[in-house]
């Protein structure tokens, strides 16, 4: 072993033994008031966010969940997800990722290997768990336990997560993550990244996507708070960028494919944005000089916590490079950097023998961020994680990551390719074999052969080859869509190619070298061509063929046949916007998928002057009338209709109960932040009149809030007065005739912790208002007494009217009814 590379792998650090459970419940000790959480309107402390989790983590051990066990956690990007996963960990069992996203098949395929206790996931998404399998919510499954840390300890070798890759084999494998990788990487990310109280991380991935843990895990212990966009949020990377700065986020991390493009657009001078630490694949191109963060590129995988290295694209250069930016800048390849803290690289030739600086040879890792191998794979994890006989590495297992490398005289790792089939599409690994063994399957197909293909940064797709099993050649398109049912959508071919035989090497192997050149037309082009007929078809068709790389796209070709992808998708609505001055969504282009539906949808919306408002026609208010009766609005209706008796199924009142903890909670500040919400919000002095119709009271009394102590009892008494308080509140029926329709009470619990309950009728505020609206006020007015809120120009009453007046007479209303009378008539 060569000086240099003995300096290269000098990276032992020593960084405390605590765990992950303990960590947080320091940072959360620490600053118990600080902002731990947010999504949308919703936030938690960290004393708010330790007690949430301990209490589900008391629910989850009483069905036996301990270090050696598994429990999944299938939950979409949210802070539900968050708060399930740190859970989990406190209770030492072992997190098991389920990205909903995947289809049903995976997904049991996945919980079929794991194995799991039970699954967390929501209501709307139990159905999709395998029978025999126990569904649980994360919301509702820790209610009335204990919020105190429970007693469970984590050892370095614990396992943390089971998260699932790709698999050659045809079947996805799971990597047993480690909880002393957890912490090595939590230590380092502080330190590296200048991570501190206050600042703001952002999670932009998806709950499978093995980055996350990078990503949110690593911040909480050094006292960030998690920043979760809402669905349909930060998107592209227009919205993303607004996003970012929007949210005041401090240290954010991108995939390359929306990094480039991210750090490319104008940012303001003043962004709170220090970091952008970019993930899953190489860069192609540099930052501008002037931009205002740090870019960080990591490179790793995901049995080595998915990062192993790193390289300060910017102008620091103290934790990654030995060259200077100048010097680093001037080569043609972006390198990936050197090893992170306890992180040690080597490359080997195929004895197992280190090469040469400048030579190339296999890259493996040692040190705390490996994992402990693969769940119920013990032949691959003897071929992947190799004992350990390098001279003066001390950790005993070396991992093989099946890349290419070599290392450059400036110390950096530069990546050469891979020795097996594995790839990276839009910053997901994927196991050429798994798609070629899902092909194979198929009845009309004798063999598949799946290759890469680069149109451009951040452009690889899939082409599969496959020759047919019989006289009649597949039809490429039923391929895709037979694939799309079983695989994540990165994982079905933009295009497949039927050739009578693969071709062959003397030895009858496949020889991919050989393999033609996909034509330049898409599986989805269709088979008769018909021209553009008007100016938005031809704009649309030339979007469509400059974004696929492709001519002849005609307007009944279908953009998602055509290989288009979210991403592109995306990229495809913003220019349609600039273009025509449309707002389209994702759902829009789902609905409208050819040039020609899609084209008549943007002339029907420019001509109705949709644009950015979506055609809605104007709101008028009338401060005038603010106070006399009005319509109920049609699901206010089927409120009212059903709490009466007058059908078989009445009697049923719908609301909303909620309660919340608080330190040193204030009385007297909360209950006049109340009344102001009240005096706000003419939906809080509202009452249904005996006609069915509805009114807002000018003036109603100072609402006064019941304030109970139970500091003085003891514990099993207060959570049994607690547990009859919810009961009763939770399922009263309020009088819809009579002021007010809510009930607001504070629970004193000792130490000065306070309970707040509220019981809200949704014939007044549904739950999207009291998050998005009515919350986002009372804590404004709570935190600051004097604020003074713009005036609200327009009424509940103004809107209902609209709605029942002009927007039903509107063209968009007359689209929508006819769109859903003609989907709701193929309903069984």
Sequence with gaps: MTTALVDFNRTDTAFPGTGYPQLLAEQAASTPGATALAQ?????????????????????????????????????????????????????????ALDPVNPDDRLAAMIADAAPLLVLTPAELARR????????????????????????????????????????????????ERHGALTNLVHWTRRAYGVRPGDRASWMSTPGFAVQIMEWLAYLPAGAAIHIPEAGQAQTPEQIRDWLVGEGITHTMLVAALAEPAWGLEWPADTALRILVTTAERVHSWPPVDTPFRVVMTYGTTETTNVLSCLDLGAGTDFTSQATPGEVRATRQVPVGVPIANLRVHLLDEDGRPVPEGEVGRLHVSGAGVAAGYHGRPELTAAKFHPNFLDGDPHPVLYDTGDLARRREDGAVELLGRSDSQVKIRGFRVELGEVETHIARLDDIAEAVVVTQERGPGDKRLIAYVSPAGAAAPDPAAVRADVARTLPYYMVPASVVVLPALPRLPNGKVDRRSLPEPPEGRDGVAAGYEAPRNEVEDGLSRLWAEAFRTDGVGIHDNFFELGGHSLLAFQLIDEIRRRYSVELSLSDLSTCPTVAELATLVTTERAGGRG????????????????????LTESQQALWIGRGGLVELGNVGCHGYFEWESEKLDVARFEGAWRRLVERHDALRTRVLPDGTQQVFEEVPAYEIPVTDFGGQGEESRQAELAALRERLSHQVLDADSWPLFDVRISLLGGGRARIHLSLDFLVADAWSYFQVLIPDLVTYYVEPGAELAPLELTFRDYVLAVGNSLRDSELYRRSEWYWRDRLATLP
């Design 129 to 176: 768990i395998p029978e025999g399998v126990q569904p649980a919510e994360v919301a509702t499954a820790g209610q009335g336990l204990p919020d105190t840390a429970p007693a469970v300890v984590t050892g370095p070798d614990t396992i943390s997560h089971l998260i699932y890759t790709s698999g050659s084999t045809g079947t996805p494998k799971a990597v047993l």
């Design 612 to 631: 950015s408002f979506g055609g809605l026609p104007a709101i008028v208010p009338d401060p005038a009338a603010r106070f006399e009766p009005f319509p």
């Design 40 to 96: 949308g309107a919703r936030s938690w402390t960290y004393a708010e966010l330790e007690a949430a989790t301990n209490r589900l983590a008391h629910a989850l051990i009483a069905r036996g969940a301990a270090p050696g066990t598994r429990i999944g956690l299938c939950y979409p990007r949210s802070a539900e997800y968050v708060i399930g996963s740190l859970a989990i960990l406190k209770t030492g069992a072992a997190i098991v």
